[in-house]
């Protein structure tokens, strides 16, 4: 079975300030890890992905982040936080290696990011 | 990238009727999958629908009450049966293109 934690279901940053949100996984095999965005009323937005390779990933809005095997984990983090980076975060996960679980996404239960000017 | 609509983007339905949510793609992809977000909750894979074959629906999730059509590679909907108000919540369609890109949601709200 293939499953993620997100840890937090708040964090609160100034702006400026290096924003980090937990993820930590659980897969048989080697996963391939995602980070979606929520904003208010609107769909998913792809962030970044691990597949393989190097373990620091950097995806969109200057988000980026590091998967670590030895501890299972895979946090988003970006360097000085926007007001506007406020949304909901999904981390999600997909093991590859098992037919059955073929392209299938496992969600976090979501991380609600609040910047405050 | 793939690019999703669905229709419609959101209702307000009365117990015991049903709704389905059409979910278009702009391009032919093989793999779509629905999803529902109760409020306040993380994405929950309902079924994935392939084109040709019968929706493999996921533990807790049954035909009779959320029935997939997918008649080609580029559009599928999902039926919302006899609903109650615990069905209100946001249904996401999604594709397979290397990474899943999602439609922007159908919020359904059941008095």
């Known amino acids: 079975a293939q499953s993620v934690a997100q840890p937090e279901d708040q964090v609160n940053v100034a702006e400026g300030n290096p924003l980090t949100v937990k993820c930590t996984y659980s897969?048989?095999?080697?996963?391939?890890l995602f980070w979606y965005v929520q904003y208010p009323n609107r769909g998913l937005q792809f962030l970044l992905k691990?597949?393989?390779?190097?373990?620091l990933v950097k995806g969109s809005y200057g988000f980026e982040a590091e998967f670590n095997k030895s501890q299972t984990s895979f946090h988003l983090k970006k360097p000085s936080a926007l007001v506007s980076d406020s949304a909901l975060y999904f981390c999600a996960v997909r093991d590859p290696t098992t037919v059955i679980n073929d392209y299938k996404l496992s969600f976090g239960a979501g991380t609600t990011v609040t910047v405050r000017a | 990238s793939a690019v999703i609509s669905q229709k419609p983007s959101r209702d307000i339905c009365q117990r015991g009727t049903s709704l389905t949510i059409q979910c278009q793609v702009d391009s032919q992809v093989t793999m779509m999958f629905w999803y529902r977000q109760q409020p306040g909750q993380s994405l929950t894979l309902i079924a994935t629908?392939?084109?040709?074959?019968?929706?493999?629906?996921e533990s807790g999730f049954v035909i009779d009450k959320f029935p997939i059509s997918r008649p080609n590679l580029t559009f599928s909907t999902l039926t919302v049966s006899n609903m109650s108000p615990e069905d209100s919540s946001i249904y996401l369609c999604?594709?397979?293109?290397?990474?899943?890109?999602f439609g922007p949601g159908t919020r359904l709200t059941v008095l």
């Open positions: 691990y597949i393989t390779g190097d373990n």
């Open positions: 629908a392939n084109q040709g074959s019968e929706a493999t629906y």
């Open positions: 999604s594709v397979e293109e290397a990474r899943q890109f």
């Open positions: 897969v048989s095999g080697n996963p391939y």
